[in-house]
């Protein structure tokens, strides 16, 4: 970990050695990420690599985030302008009294998946019973509760639900039947491991019914009170870097690597590719990027509310303001 922190260190002074040109009358905006700098955030790095900020007259800095690091914390604080955060825990936040808006939705469906080796014969959540599977908790854990009741087990009594650490060498050496991943991380990992896709099982949260949203775009209601006109541009310069990146997910991932060199350049254009997906789904209108679909959210916050996140339904209407997606995408 202290290398990656060194490497994002880096990152950050490299990256704002790029933006440090005199923006004249250009509004600076800061966004805050919720973890390293990666491909999961391509769409923002093209936009700035792009000048596709600039053209809206934004000075635009990213800053990295971390495991010590927690975007609504630096956003409600003013250090950042607008933040990355899953939308069950925007809703945690907000159901606190805290003053935060969704302002768009990034990811349409879930990253999540249940892995494990096709050895162990885990190929339906029913299989599951008697197991031992892995989370990282920490708010991460609530698409697992879902998937575990979807077949009618018990998460005390049916199985053992231990913490997992962030690589995947737990269910490589067996000492888990099943671990969670991010498609466009952990399953990575196992390939890069030397595993086959035929040698693993997955069990797709999206695909079982139980898929809750993560990366969406938030800002507090004050911010946005005097900012609206600021947001729409930062969304329009945003969506446009994003639908580059999907496009290109192979040039998207390399300009982050190259960037940061984090982890491998294989590896963040794995990423890249995964990300596109959750992005800009199979039919999906790239036009339409940072879409806040009810369907999906409500779902989110329903099973935040079954499994004891929330604890009283969320009211979606004061949750989500989508006026300056609206004005950005011209509907």
Not at 52 to 65: C, T
Not at 136 to 150: D, K, M, Q, R, V
Request: net charge neutral; proline share 3%; aromatic share 10%.
């Amino acid at each position: 970990m202290t290398r990656r922190k060194t490497a994002a260190v880096c990152f950050t002074v490299m990256f704002c050695a790029i933006l440090a040109a005199p923006a004249g009358a250009d509004t600076r905006v800061t966004l805050q990420l919720k973890w390293l700098p990666q491909a999961q955030f391509m769409g923002y790095y093209v936009a700035v690599q792009e000048g596709y900020y600039k053209a809206e007259g934004l000075d635009v800095r990213v800053l990295p985030g971390g495991s010590d690091i927690i975007p609504e914390q630096q956003v409600f604080n003013g250090v950042a302008d607008i933040g990355v955060t899953w939308v069950s825990s925007l809703l945690n936040y907000q159901e606190k009294g805290w003053d935060f808006v969704e302002v768009a939705q990034v990811f349409q469906k879930s990253a999540l998946l249940l892995v494990s080796k096709a050895s162990t014969g885990i190929r339906t959540p029913r299989d599951l019973s008697g197991r031992k599977v892995g989370s990282w908790f920490g708010g991460n854990e609530y698409e697992l509760y879902a998937l575990i009741e979807s077949a009618g087990l018990d998460r005390d009594r049916d199985l053992e639900l231990v913490r997992q650490d962030y690589t995947m060498d737990q269910v490589i050496r067996g000492d888990i039947d099943a671990a969670s991943a991010m498609i466009y991380n952990e399953y990575g990992l196992l390939l890069e491991s030397g595993l086959t896709r035929s040698q693993i099982n997955v069990i797709d949260m999206n695909a079982a019914g139980v898929g809750m949203l993560e990366d969406n775009l938030f800002v507090t209601s004050r911010w946005l009170q005097k900012n609206r006109g600021v947001l729409v541009k930062f969304l329009r310069a945003s969506i446009k870097g994003w639908r580059e990146a999907c496009r290109d997910p192979v040039a998207a991932g390399t300009l982050v690597y190259d960037l940061n060199k984090s982890v491998s350049l294989s590896h963040q254009v794995y990423m890249a590719e995964e990300i596109a997906r959750l992005v800009t789904p199979q039919g999906f209108n790239p036009t339409r990027i940072g879409y806040m679909d009810p369907v999906a959210l409500k779902q989110t916050a329903d099973y935040a509310l079954k499994f004891g996140l929330l604890s009283r339904p969320a009211d979606l209407g004061a949750a989500i303001d989508a006026t300056a997606w609206t004005q950005a995408v011209g509907m």
